[in-house]
């Protein structure tokens, strides 16, 4: 079976500056892989890469097809992405964002068909927006407001979802149902997910594989546990880590470098 991503070689050059490359990723059907790195290692550029958003050099397939030759509404119908910060507008309610994503697959000239308002009623039902349908973007939570994201990704009917950061800014009870969601997803619609993540505990709880990033390169891929390791994590991320393992999954530990007890009174 081909893999639903195979990038080789892909290098983004912006201002005579390299900020990814080359760096490699491949992606099986129905995968979870998730894109770490410390800041500014290039993951959202690589991200943008893979779905045709950020001009590249190399080879990237969706799908066994080459992402060159694929027209922008042919992404669009294979790729969703959740971009860190999309363009809510205030004044449209959920149930019209959502809609946006039925884009694709309305001609130039025509109009949404029943199908596509049906697609969109099915999607709110999965992640549990019906009842906030009617609410306009700039009335919801940020737990809600990243559903309605997804939601709209979702109602393309992708088979590939990329996620840039998709827990950004939300409490950790947020965080986990918005990861919940995703996961039910995936299995419910045979979905292959990538996504770049910055809580490194989240990331390998979440994810089948891990592509450490470092100054643009791939330094690392595989499963989480030959990911994340205390000699990656202090080379690449300057950080002074435990990894331990909790419930089949690893957790990231800070080891504290003062001895010095709070509150202690000078000699």
Not at 15 to 40: E, F, H
């Given at each position: 079976?081909?893999?639903?991503?195979?990038?080789?070689?892909?290098?983004?050059?912006?201002?005579?500056?390299?900020?990814?490359?080359?760096?490699?990723?491949?992606?099986?059907?129905?995968?979870?892989?998730?894109?770490?790195?410390?800041?500014?290692?290039?993951?959202?550029?690589?991200?943008?890469?893979?779905?045709?958003?950020?001009?590249?050099?190399?080879?990237?397939?969706?799908?066994?097809?080459?992402?060159?030759?694929?027209?922008?509404?042919?992404?669009?119908?294979?790729?969703?992405y959740v971009p860190q910060q999309p363009v809510m507008p205030a004044g449209m309610t959920i149930e019209q964002y959502v809609l946006l994503g039925r884009s694709p697959h309305v001609g130039t000239l025509g109009s949404e068909s029943p199908h596509d308002f049906a697609a969109v009623a099915t999607t709110l039902n999965r992640l549990d927006l019906t009842t906030l349908a009617h609410r306009t973007l700039d009335k919801l939570s940020g737990g809600e407001r990243q559903r309605a994201n997804i939601a709209r990704a979702l109602a393309q009917e992708p088979k590939l979802l990329l996620l840039d950061e998709p827990t950004t800014a939300l409490d950790i009870g947020h965080q986990q149902d918005v990861l919940e969601l995703i996961d039910d997803q995936r299995w419910q619609l045979g979905l292959t997910v990538v996504s770049t993540m910055h809580d490194l505990t989240l990331a390998a709880?979440?994810?089948?594989?891990?592509?450490?990033?470092?100054?643009?390169?791939?330094?690392?891929?595989?499963?989480?546990?030959?990911?994340?390791?205390?000699?990656?994590?202090?080379?690449?991320?300057?950080?002074?880590?435990?990894?331990?393992?909790?419930?089949?999954?690893?957790?990231?530990?800070?080891?504290?470098?003062?001895?010095?007890?709070?509150?202690?009174?000078?000699?």
């Open positions: 079976m081909r893999p639903a991503v195979y990038a080789t070689g892909v290098t983004v050059e912006v201002g005579g500056t390299r900020l990814v490359g080359p760096a490699d990723l491949t992606v099986g059907v129905g995968d979870w892989v998730n894109i770490i790195g410390p800041n500014g290692a290039g993951k959202t550029t690589l991200l943008r890469a893979v779905c045709g958003l950020q001009a590249a050099s190399g080879r990237v397939d969706i799908g066994g097809r080459p992402l060159a030759q694929m027209s922008r509404r042919a992404r669009s119908r294979h790729i969703g709880r979440y994810g089948d594989n891990l592509v450490l990033l470092a100054d643009g390169i791939a330094v690392a891929d595989g499963p989480p546990i030959q990911v994340l390791t205390g000699p990656h994590l202090s080379t690449h991320y300057g950080a002074h880590v435990d990894v331990i393992e909790h419930d089949g999954s690893l957790v990231v530990v800070p080891i504290r470098q003062s001895t010095n007890s709070t509150g202690a009174s000078d000699a």
